[in-house]
């Protein structure tokens, strides 16, 4: 009867970590299963020397193998089988093994431990003797008779030594081992078979066995006991089951089992579920006085200040009498309660205005969301009373919910008694309602009234230096209107304005520039005084568009009077349209941080979206705040669109979802082809979601990078055109972008380029070499105007600086400006009047653009409406485009300044071909010398065309050259031998 050992543990095989190092538990009453470690074992199918008794294998012919008794150099006993027919011909003597149970492997290894003799130990047997044997099996479902030609060879076995007559008569066992694996299998069970064609061996022992994942706990999963696959590469997943009190951390554990038995590539993991911690592999509850809500923390935690929990298996700790939490408030908050009554109230009366000032709470109640409420109680005649005042009365900037302590109540009776009542509250005040609430009064009496303010300013003409203003009497004159006030001021200039009086409700203001944004406001006085000033009103003035005049004598000499005779009567006319006169009123932006709701905010300027319309298919990318994925959009009544979601994960604070919203209430308020679209937002459920139109090709630095040299110049300039309209969209709506970058455009489908990242907060750091820092990261400082890097002074010409550096990522598809300079080298170059070279291949008026754009005075620089002009009259004009600044002339527009160069800089210690060399280009060294360019001086001076005229012809070829010259460019400029434009 053949016994088998099914859990033989091999102690001879290394593990993957020590044993030491690991947990031991019982499985099946032996010690080898393993908690968070990674240990494998074998399982014996078959082991001769375990076997008691006679091993039962049929030998055919009968006196061909033989079984024996014998003892191993141990003396142990063991039963082997023996042939040694040498001395006759033709020898073909089989050996049967009992069917063998598979147990399920698919994959089983096979050891052999044999003695075979030497052949030329043997007299007169040299001839026929062997010195291999082989091995076979078959495989079927059940125990039956087989013919030796049913079998499959497995392989043909030789030794490794072969013992002699000398080694007999010493007993030295030459025992040799030899394993072979076999797989696939697929039935239940196999044979073995061993065919001896003439040699002298001995069987010693045949072990039958395959590997096994066994049981293992870790990281709070327990992976079952695993057979593995049967390809030697083949991993098989198995996912675990967290132990008790514990759930799956974002996704199910799953580990997997190696064709060795080995557990690998863990994935995942469980941790105990709130109320519980981990405890020596296990979740046991929290204690009293100690709670756990959050996954990610991994111990109990102490119950912050004015807070219980009176059992075990807390996951949250209750307030004590009095003190209160909001659900908001995270869990290791300590409990609060409403604050104190303000102080120090003081009140200031101008005419039917009281200002009133007061400080904070003596006792904030241990929460920082402190908020003031204002009642406002008339006294009646005689003192009979109070009432509330009436709809009339205006609270700026609010009634109720103020953050700061002060606010300005207008619109008041004059001479009349008022009483008010200040009231502080917090997140907690409406849970305290037992609770007498604590305010402190002021009492005033108002004086005569000024004239309400103005509401309404309209613009009527606009020439170039001038425009007429209109508006109504104020709603409430309170008197006679003896004149009007007009205050206007240039746009970012409000520090140096200009008053003028007017006795009518229309006046003309003269002297204005050409193609300016001004701001205007009005007052009225009567006998009691002037009035407030209405609110900004922005109109600009008719566009001169000189700048962009100049640029067109350049580039279209005939349309700038040089050709008078031929030129087209409708062209200035053609030229002022162009000029995109702006209409007054149409829309100007609204910071959402003037709204001390957020969510008002989003709601005002945001569609709200049921998320049931929305399906989520694949995650793009990743944010500071969550993933960002794409799917369908299908809205009701409308087709259905591809959309970008930006999700805001799990977990988050109250201050994070309002970042995250910021953006929405920023885009919703526009509406451009060249502005990204929002299409709307998900607030009332989880995930919040932020949904806009979906962008197919990314930003516009990776997709030119990707698609390098791929477009026409014709293109390209379209490209910048459509950013270029976004951009002057934008400054029309008085929004200044400040973080504009060839990243931050998004590129569609059809090549469409729109302006997109709206949700930055931009503090500039005092070090130099510093970026300013963003609520998205790091924005490099190369792309800030000189004027926002030193004084913080950010405006739409500050964006025109970033629109010249865009330019020249967009013609230098996407290489990086100012290359590997540092920030501080390049804030040093700007200030002393560098500028970066021309990109290669690109044509000489988008140069001249560029260099316009980095003007050092900001009023110099072009406005987005001239830089549109501009474009569109090169695309219409391609032949504008062809002179190019790396073309054979361009040296002679450059001025190099020749420093004196340090001798041991190795740059100019190097020869051209050595230099060529390092680049692995030494081939074109006489090409080179030929050309003329003997000196690396020279070289940093060559074009594309000089590297053709000398024999590059190699596209590859030429691009490393060229970016080998750039780079030693940018040496120069760093080490005073520099390029100036």
Sequence with gaps: ????????????LVPKISITSCIFDTFHGMSFILTDCYFHFTVNLLDSRSVMGDLGWVSYPKNGWEEIGEVDEDYAPIHTYQVCRVMEQNQNNWLHTNWILTEGAQRVYIELKFTLRDCNSLPGGVGTCKETFNMYYYETDGDRALKESQYIKIDTIAADESFTELDLGDRVMKLNTEVRDLGPLTRKGFYLAFQDLGACIALVSVRVFYKRCPLLVKSLAEFADTIPGSEASQLVEVVGRCVNNSLPLYEPPRMHCSSEGEWLVPIGKCVCKPGFEEILGSCQGCKVGFYRSLLDSLLCSKCPPHSVARHTGATLCSCEEGYYKIDSDPPNMACTRPPSAPRNAISNVNETSVFLEWSVPMESGGRKDIRYNVLCQQVLPGGRGLEECGPNVRFLPRQAGLSNTSVMVADLQSHTNYSFLLEAVNGVSEFAKDRTKQYVSLNVTTNQAAPSPVSVVRKGHAGKSSITLSWAEPDRPNGIILEYEIKYFEKEQDSSYTII???????????????????????????????????????????????????????????????????????????????????????????????????????????????????????????????????????????????????????????????FLWEASIMGQFNHPNIIHLEGVVTKSKPVMIITEYMENGSLDTFLKKNDGQFTVIQLVGMLRGIASGMRYLADMGYVHRDLAARNILVNSNLVCKVSDFGLSRVLEDDPEAAYTTRGGKIPIRWTAPEAIAYRKFTSASDVWSYGIVMWEVMSYGERPYWEMSNQDVIKAVEESYRLPGPMDCPEALYHLMMDCWQRERSNRPKFDEIVCLLDKLIRNPCSLKNLVNSSHRVSNLLVEHASVDADCNIWSRTVGEWLDSIKMGRYTELFMEGGYSSLDTVTQMTSEDLRRVGVNLAGHQKKIITSIQEMRHHFLVNGTIVYF
């Excluded at 009867?1 to 001879?12: Q, V």
């Excluded at 000029?579 to 959402?592: A, E, L, N, S």
């Design 501 to 659: 009086k007017s006795r009518e409700t229309e006046m003309a203001v003269e002297s204005l520039k050409p193609s300016s944004v001004y701001i205007f406001q009005v007052r009225a006085r009567t006998s009691a005084g002037y009035g407030a000033f209405s609110r900004r009103f922005e109109f600009q003035t008719s566009p001169y568009c000189d700048r962009v005049r100049q640029l067109q004598c350049l580039f279209f000499p005939r349309r700038c009077g040089y050709s008078k005779a031929k030129q087209d009567p409708d062209e200035e006319k053609m030229h002022f349209h162009n000029g995109h006169i702006k209409f007054p009123g149409v829309r100007t932006y609204i910071d959402p941080l003037t709204y001390e709701d957020p969510n008002q905010a989003v709601h005002e300027f945001a569609q709200e979206i049921d998320v049931s319309f929305i399906s989520i298919e694949r995650i793009i990318g990743a944010g500071e705040f969550g993933e960002v994925c794409s799917g369908p959009l299908r809205l009701p009544g409308k087709r259905e669109m591809q959309v970008a979601i930006k999700t805001l994960k799990a977990g988050y604070t109250e201050h994070q979802r309002r970042d």
């Design 1 to 12: 009867m053949l016994t088998r050992s099914r859990w033989h543990f091999e102690h001879h």
